[in-house]
């Protein structure tokens, strides 16, 4: 299961999840992710608990539905051709769901019953996996009395029968003591010679050995899709070396100026015996502890220790996770500033909307007021004209 690069553009894509989606109310837990596993690959699905996991890996077997987006396993869309993508997928979901009154056997011929195992072939494909996973010995104890390793097993067990393409395992590794860590590890690594596998874990340490790539998950987002080892190099991006020395002058506050590849110095131990730790950080291309040791003698300080510090896969994967929470705080704070200027904004506007409505409503009251003057005033001028006019009648008919 070795390829020579990380992008498996030669293979089949058999699990291709796109623009997928998932919310529970207004709570986005998957939140538009796109991946593909290949055909022979053993993808690991990591990142810490409540990151969407077991949500991406419930979609793909098609027990919940995405909110958005498309999954098509082996070619066929899980919403669309259910019964025919269900049967290349060997599902075992997280928390061991078994039937307790059923032995182990009567547990895997029953999954094999669902699988759609022809009853003629059934109980020598039972047989063959509970070979396959060490469970002969077991086969018929009731699945309730196991141990948490065999229970374990017969959850593989019943992901397996069938023999189907595709293996979603989900944290398989949790609740087991290192050597059933290491048993449950080395099964995964021969079930992926003969299959396609993706398997989930919130400790990368546990299962990087046997990925081709890690699909890292963090917050419903993916962080990273990389070989293991080149997230190794990823964020390798400093050069970190602890010393610690006996420095009775104090010559280590000025020893920046004369060291230039030095990007940070910081005091982090102030020990009983006089000597002091200090981190040193400089960049990438150089080990500063050739010329540490070639200066600081100079400058009288006496080296006591001095180590480099190893950036580890599973610090590799903590600082990615890390960097991607404060990436996603980030975002969620400019989201909220947006809404909180964006609410204010219509808020004034609101406000200036009804100070133009109060105004035009008390201009229109002034010009009817005036109108009503106006026709008033008429009406005297009507009303004095007339007046006028029937007294000037009046003197005129004096007159005559
Ligand atoms: P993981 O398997 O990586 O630990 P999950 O996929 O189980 O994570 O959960 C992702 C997030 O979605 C968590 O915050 C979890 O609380 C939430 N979640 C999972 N299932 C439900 C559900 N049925 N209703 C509401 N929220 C859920
Ligand atoms: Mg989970």
Redesign the pocket.
């Known amino acids: 299961m070795c390829y020579g690069n990380s992008t498996f553009g030669g293979g089949i894509k058999l699990i291709e999840v796109k623009n997928v989606t998932k919310k ?2 207004s ?1 986005v ?2 939140n538009n992710i796109s991946f593909t596993v290949n055909d022979g690959e053993v993808v690991g699905f990591l ?12 979609m793909i077997t098609g027990f919940i539905e995405p909110t958005e987006g498309t999954i098509v396993v082996n070619g066929n869309d899980i919403m669309k051709k259910t019964k025919k993508a269900k049967k290349d997928i060997g599902y075992m979901p ?1 928390n061991v769901p078994l039937y307790n009154d059923l032995t182990v056997k009567e547990f895997v011929s029953y999954m094999a019953e669902l699988k759609l195992v022809k009853k003629a072939q059934r109980k020598e494909e039972v047989e063959k996996v509970l070979k396959q996973t060490g469970l002969v010995e077991v086969q018929n104890k009731l699945t309730k009395n196991l141990s948490r390793g065999y229970k374990q097993r017969t959850s593989l067990a019943g992901a397996l029968v069938g023999n189907p393409e595709v293996l979603i395992l ?2 398989p590794t949790v609740g087991l003591d290192p050597k059933q860590i290491i048993e449950i590890r080395n099964l995964i690594k021969e079930l992926g010679k003969e299959h396609t596998v993706m398997v ?1 874990s ?1 400790i990368l340490s546990e299962i990087s050995q046997l990925c081709d790539r890690v699909i890292i ?1 963090n917050k ?1 987002e993916i962080v990273a899709i990389d070989k293991p080892e080149n997230l190794e190099d990823k964020t390798k991006e400093q050069n970190i070396v602890y010393v610690t020395v006996e420095d009775k002058e104090d010559k280590m506050s000025t020893i920046k100026e004369k060291i230039p590849e030095i990007l940070e110095i910081k005091m982090i131990k102030d020990n009983e015996d006089g000597t002091k730790q200090y981190q040193v950080i400089s960049d990438q291309e150089n080990d500063i502890r050739k010329i540490l040791f070639d200066v600081l003698p100079k400058e009288e300080i006496t080296i006591f220790e001095l180590k480099k510090a190893e950036t580890s896969l599973e610090d590799a994967f903590i600082k990615l996770v890390d960097d991607a929470t404060e990436e996603y705080n980030k975002k969620q704070a400019e989201k909220e500033r947006k809404e909180k200027e964006e609410f204010e904004k219509e808020l004034q506007e609101e406000e200036e909307e009804i100070k133009r409505k109060k105004e035009e409503k008390a201009k229109k009251k002034e010009e009817r007021a005036k109108k009503k003057q106006e026709k008033a005033k008429e009406k005297q001028e009507k009303k004095e004209n007339k007046k006028n006019e029937k007294e000037q009648s009046k003197e005129e008919g004096g007159k005559n």
């Open positions: 529970y109310g709570f837990a998957v990142g810490p608990n409540g990151a969407g996991k077991s949500t991406t890996m419930n997280e989900d944290e989930s919130h998950i419903g």
